[in-house]
């Protein structure tokens, strides 16, 4: 018999991601996505993060709680293969494993011992793949001497996905115009195209739709004479 170790949080994510559907499937995708971690105590002490804002980027650990399906299967479908492959669980970075644990490198933009006018120690960071509400069970520095290695291969994930064009309707466009940040967010989230894999390059009519922030955000997919296909923003509207 193993033994088993209990592991509990010591942080909760405040995400711009509101839901599963859109988040990029690893950080480094989405610049603009920014989130605060918050430390929970008794963690939540200016001393346990003493040094940590001298570094650029923070290795996140956390839990993957708000998967559906909790057994585990030895082979996965990644969406890198289009869906249809399958390969060992221990080779992919599935959210359905054996233990429920995410990874994550990220920019760290902030210590702030204050959010929202709240006293307490929260990380401000960007380029994330995480979803609210995420528990984070560790937090560790990046050492690019030891972290970042040089002629380092995947023969799977050769290059990152190819991106579409996104492109908003004018009502939308406008609005967006006084909040750059916003557009710029959208348009690097929905150009990874969030569809899942068998649903890619089909011709389509149906409205998607995703929850950025306080915003509920819809688009569909433009079928070139190419072939190609490209988005189209077509509504953003204020979430209730
Ligand atoms: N970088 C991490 C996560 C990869 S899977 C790792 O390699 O371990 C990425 C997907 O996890 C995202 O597309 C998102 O849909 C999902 N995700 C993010 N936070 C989650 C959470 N708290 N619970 C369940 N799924 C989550």
């Excluded at 994510?13 to 008794?42: D, M, N, T």
């Excluded at 429920?100 to 793949?129: C, K, N, Q």
């Excluded at 937090?139 to 799977?156: E, M, Q, T």
């Amino acid at each position: 018999m193993h033994e088993t170790f209990v592991v509990s949080p010591i942080a909760v994510v405040h995400s711009c991601f509101k839901e599963k559907f859109g988040i990029p499937r690893q950080p480094g995708l989405v610049p603009e996505a920014k989130a605060v971690i918050e430390l929970l105590p008794p963690f939540n002490v200016p001393e346990a993060v003493d040094g940590l804002a001298l570094c650029s980027h923070i290795w996140v650990h956390f839990l993957f709680h708000a998967n559906h399906r909790q057994s585990w299967k030895p082979k996965v479908k990644p969406p890198r293969l289009g869906g249809n492959k399958s390969m060992g669980v221990f080779a992919t970075r599935s959210p359905v494993r054996p233990n429920p644990l995410g990874l994550s490198v990220v920019a760290l933009e902030g210590v702030l011992l204050e959010y929202r006018g709240r006293a307490g120690v929260f990380l401000a960071i960007a380029a994330h793949d995480l979803l609210e509400g995420t528990p984070v069970v560790d937090i560790k520095p990046y050492l690019p001497y030891a972290d970042a290695l040089v002629g380092a291969r995947n023969d799977f994930a050769l290059a990152s996905p190819e991106l579409l064009d996104v492109g908003f309707a004018d009502d939308v466009d406008r609005v967006l115009t006084h909040t750059p940040e916003l557009k710029r967010l959208i348009s690097q989230v929905l150009r990874q195209d969030p569809r899942p894999a068998y649903k890619k390059g089909h011709c389509e009519e149906r409205i998607y739709g995703m929850r950025l922030n306080q915003w509920d955000v819809r688009w569909r997919y433009l079928t070139h004479v190419s072939g190609s296909q490209s988005i189209l923003v077509t509504e953003l509207v204020a979430h209730n």
